[in-house]
């Protein structure tokens, strides 16, 4: 099975005693509009996780925006939220899966392999009349036990020592504009990592918002070796999961996630930064 699974197979799967899903909601604009959406109306037996209280660390000068957070107290969240090593966990948001690939990565991180991405997302589930509810999930505690998964993720120090290094490719998920360095409206710094290339995260979804099919997705990364090193990275570490999951449904094997990011890079001073302002 992929990484994705539709609305119907969510719907078949529900009651069955392992599933465990994961409503991740989440605004950068509004941090507790998740919350707020998911005490309004959810999938039934969703438990919620929040993107900055649950799937990422305390902020510090280093790490990013949305730093990892730490390995036990991840264990101790998921566990709480029901899942256990066991668990079927399905993720879904309404930010074209780029919380709920987050959570994805974190568990596949951590060791779990049954992890989903949920495509299109909570509203077109209730847009297709699917079941919702506003009760609250209350889910039996599970031991979740952590088996690191350390060639999937890169820090920063050698992202540096790679810079233009022939065989790994580093790519940058954000749009083109905070990519070039024409814009940037979170960070304090404009620009990219040098020698990064630029797939924004989205182009990974149909206009519909379902997310591109296994050729679809080869297409957009045709350039790239298959058997060299993809370091994929955004902002924060949040929108570059989706290009991950994208480039595993892609057939690509050697990915890594820089997890602290754009938002990482910039808090050392020192290191470089390029940027493509437009001429015009």
Request: charged letters at 25%.
């Amino acid at each position: 099975m992929n990484n994705i699974v539709s609305l119907e197979w969510l719907r078949e799967k529900m009651g069955e005693p392992n599933l465990v899903i994961a409503d991740c909601r989440f605004r950068l604009d509004d941090t507790e509009a998740g919350r707020r959406a998911y005490e309004e109306s959810h999938i039934p037996g969703a438990v919620y996780l929040d993107l900055e209280k649950d799937l990422s660390g305390e902020v510090e000068e280093h790490g990013g925006r949305h730093p990892l957070p730490d390995i036990f107290a991840a264990t101790v969240t998921f566990g709480q939220a029901g899942i256990s090593n066991n668990s079927i966990v399905v993720a879904y948001d309404d930010q074209g899966g780029a919380m709920a690939s987050r959570l994805w990565w974190l568990l596949k991180y951590l060791g779990h392999e049954q992890v989903y991405v949920l495509d299109k997302g909570f509203t077109a589930w209730a847009k297709q009349g699917l079941p919702v509810t506003a009760e609250q999930a209350e889910p039996l505690t599970a031991a979740f036990i952590a088996t690191v998964q350390h060639n999937m993720l890169v820090e920063m120090d050698e992202v540096r020592e790679l810079l233009g290094s022939e065989g790994t490719t580093l790519i940058d998920s954000r749009e083109a504009p905070r990519y070039r360095g024409e814009v940037e409206p979170i960070d304090r710094v404009a620009g990219h990592i040098p020698g990064a290339i630029n797939r924004f995260w989205r182009d990974g979804l149909m206009e519909s918002g379902a997310w591109k099919d296994v050729d679809a997705q080869a297409e957009r990364f045709n350039d790239l070796d298959k058997n060299g090193d993809l370091i994929v990275y955004c902002g924060s570490g949040v929108t570059a999961t989706p290009n991950v999951i994208a480039l595993e449904e892609a057939g690509f094997t050697r990915v890594r996630l820089y997890a602290g990011s754009w938002s990482d890079w910039i808090s050392y001073e020192g290191n470089p930064i390029a940027q493509e302002r437009s001429k015009n």
